[in-house]
C-alpha cells in the first residue's frame, strides 16, 4: 500500500475530494474495498461501498439502447453469459431473398445467439409473428440461456441500423423482463466502427425464465375498431408514407396498401439519424410534436405487422412515457378484416376494387 501522502496526491490526481461523501463500486463489491482502505488512511473513515456494484448495475438498470463501444468494451471483459446475452433478432421478407440465419452463420457479434420472430410466436395465427404465449416465450428464450436475471442487448443486420431489434425489445418488455436494451445502431454501425465479428457459435446453457405476460400492452383488431368509432385514443402508423398513403405497394401480395381512419403517420426510420442510431431526446421530443403527437395521452401504434410499430413505443418510452400499446396484427390483419369503408387509400387498387375482382 502506497503512503498516506502517495495516496492523497492519487486521489488529487484523480479528482477525488475526500472532503465530500465517497462511495467506492467495482465488478462485485471486492475491489472497491481498495478505494475504502486507501481513503480511511487519508482520514476519510466515511468512505463506502456500493456492494452489489456493476453487476448489479448491469443487469438492473439498462437504458433502451446501449453503445457499441459498451458492448464490445462488455465482450472483451468476457461478461458474456449467464448475466448478460446478445441476441441477433433479424428478421426479413421472403421478397428480399436475405435469410438471416444463413447470415448470422457467416458473421455475427461475438458471444450473441439467433432468436427467429416466426419461431418465437403464435404458430395456429393466419398472421406473420403473431406473440407466443406466456409458456412459449419463456421457453424459447430459456433455450437461449436467459433468465430473469439476464441483460439481454438485441440487435439486429438491417440496413437501417435498427428494425426488428426494438420488436423483440418489446417482448421482452411486454413479459415481465425490463432489463433488455437495443445495440444502438444495430450491426450496421458495429461494422461501420470495426468492431470484431465472428462465424463462431456456442449454445448457452438453458436458463429458467418465467415470463409474465402485461396483456394491457396488445391491442386486438376490436381494440381498434371500436377506437376508430369513438377516436378516443391516439394511433400512430410506422409505416412508409407511400404504404401508409396508398402510393407504394406493400410488401406483401395479398395486402394493398393504405390506412385506416385517424392515424397519424411517423415512418420509423426518422426515429433514426443517417448512421442508423436513435435521435437523442430533443430530437424525438421535436418529432413527436411535429407530428401532433400528445405523448401526455394514450397512444397505440400499428405498423404492418406489428414489427417496426416497436420503434414508436421505444421512441415514447426513451421520452419517459412507457406503456404505448401495439395492434400486434397491424395493418396485415386490419386489411383482411376490416370493411371497405375503413380502408383509406389514395392509390387506384383499393380494397373494394379487390372484392370486386378488379
Not at 164 to 173: D, E, I, K, L, N
Not at 182 to 205: I, N, Q, R
Request: aromatic share 12%; hydrophobic share 35%; charged share 20%.
Amino acid at each position: 500500500m502506497l503512503s498516506p501522502e502517495k495516496l492523497k496526491e492519487f486521489f488529487e490526481q484523480s479528482q477525488i475530494d475526500l472532503n465530500k461523501p465517497l462511495c467506492g463500486s467495482c465488478g462485485s463489491g471486492v475491489t472497491a474495498c481498495h478505494m475504502v482502505l486507501a481513503a480511511h488512511l487519508c482520514g476519510a473513515p466515511w468512505a463506502t461501498v456500493y456492494d452489489g456494484s456493476w453487476y448489479e448495475w448491469f443487469t438492473k438498470a439498462p437504458p433502451e439502447h446501449v453503445a457499441t463501444e459498451w458492448l464490445a468494451d462488455a465482450i472483451r471483459k468476457n461478461l458474456v453469459g449467464p448475466k448478460l446475452r446478445i441476441l441477433d433478432a433479424s428478421w426479413y421478407l421472403p421478397k428480399t431473398k436475405r435469410n438471416p440465419r444463413a447470415e448470422f452463420a457467416q458473421k455475427h457479434i461475438p458471444g450473441s445467439s439467433f432468436i427467429d420472430l416466426d419461431d418465437c410466436s403464435d404458430k395456429t395465427s393466419a398472421f406473420d409473428h403473431m406473440l407466443p404465449t406466456s409458456s412459449h416465450f419463456s421457453q424459447y428464450v430459456g433455450d437461449l440461456g436467459i433468465g430473469n436475471d439476464t441483460h439481454v442487448v438485441v440487435y439486429d443486420t438491417s440496413d437501417f441500423g435498427s428494425y426488428c431489434a426494438p420488436r423483440v425489445w418489446w417482448m421482452f418488455r411486454l413479459f415481465g423482463h425490463g432489463s433488455v436494451s437495443v445495440l444502438d445502431g444495430g450491426f450496421k454501425s458495429w461494422l461501420a466502427e470495426h468492431h470484431t465479428v465472428t462465424s463462431d457459435y456456442s449454445k448457452p446453457e438453458f436458463s429458467e425464465f418465467k415470463a409474465t405476460l402485461n396483456a394491457s400492452w396488445v391491442k386486438s383488431y376490436e381494440d381498434m375498431l371500436e377506437n376508430v368509432r369513438t377516436k378516443k385514443v391516439q394511433v400512430v402508423d410506422a409505416r412508409s408514407a407511400g404504404r401508409y398513403r396508398g402510393l407504394e405497394p406493400e410488401p406483401r401480395d395479398d395486402t394493398l396498401p393504405g390506412h385506416f381512419p385517424g392515424t397519424i403517420n411517423m415512418p420509423f426510420p426518422s426515429f433514426m439519424d443517417a448512421s442508423g442510431k436513435q435521435l437523442d431526446s430533443e430530437g424525438l421530443s421535436k418529432l413527436f410534436s411535429a407530428a401532433g403527437v400528445d405523448l401526455q395521452q394514450p397512444l397505440w401504434v400499428t405498423c404492418g405487422s406489428g414489427v417496426t410499430a416497436c420503434h414508436v413505443v421505444m421512441a415514447a418510452d426513451m421520452l419517459g412515457y412507457p406503456g404505448v400499446c401495439v395492434y400486434d396484427g397491424s395493418w396485415s390483419e386490419w386489411f383482411k378484416r376490416a370493411s371497405p369503408e375503413y380502408i383509406i387509400s389514395e392509390g387506384k387498387e383499393r380494397r373494394c376494387d379487390k372484392k370486386q375482382g378488379s
